[in-house]
C-alpha cells in the first residue's frame, strides 16, 4: 500500500512539473494566437495566428472584428491582394529571432495597404506581444502590442 501511495505522489508530482514547464515553454515563443488591439481606438481589431516554419514566424488573421463601413477586405491593398478578404491573408513574415526579439520581418496594414518593416519582443511573461512596424529605422513607425489567446 506505501509504495502505491508513494508511486501515485511521484506520478502526480511529474505530471505537474511537465505541465508547468510545457505551459513555460509555451510563452517563450510568440507562436500561437493573438489578439490585435487598435493602438488608437483600443478596440480588438483581429485574431492572428502566429506560426514557425524553419527558424520564421508568420501572422496569419483568422478571425476580424469589423468596424462600422468596413468591408473586411483590402481595398487599399496593391496587386494581388487589391480587394482580398483580410481573414486569412498573411500579414506579418520574415521574422527570425535576435536576442530576446524577432526581427527583419515585414508586415501589412490592411487598413491602408502598406507594408513595414517590423519586429516582436514578448513581454508580461510570453503573455503580450510588442509589435513594431516602421520605414527605414525603428524609431520612426508604430507600435502595438498583441494579447495571447488561449
Known amino acids: 500500500m506505501r509504495i502505491s501511495k508513494q508511486f501515485a505522489v511521484f506520478a502526480l508530482t511529474t505530471a505537474a512539473a511537465l505541465m508547468s514547464s510545457t505551459a513555460w515553454a509555451d510563452d517563450t515563443s510568440p507562436v500561437g494566437l493573438w489578439r490585435n488591439v487598435d493602438d488608437v481606438s483600443g478596440k480588438p481589431r483581429a485574431l492572428i495566428r502566429i506560426t514557425e516554419s524553419n527558424g520564421t514566424l508568420q501572422g496569419k488573421v483568422e478571425k476580424v472584428f469589423l468596424g462600422p463601413n468596413e468591408s473586411g477586405t483590402c481595398v487599399k491593398c496593391e496587386g494581388a491582394l487589391k480587394n482580398a ?66
Do not use: C, H
Open 85 to 150: 478578404p483580410v481573414t486569412g491573408l498573411v500579414i506579418l513574415s520574415g521574422l527570425k529571432k535576435d536576442g530576446d526579439e524577432y526581427t527583419g520581418g515585414k508586415i501589412l496594414d490592411p487598413d491602408n495597404g502598406k507594408v513595414y518593416s517590423s519586429k516582436i519582443a514578448l513581454t508580461n511573461g510570453g503573455k503580450k506581444l510588442n509589435v513594431r512596424g516602421f520605414v527605414g529605422v525603428s524609431m520612426l513607425g508604430r507600435s502595438q502590442v498583441w494579447e495571447r489567446q488561449d
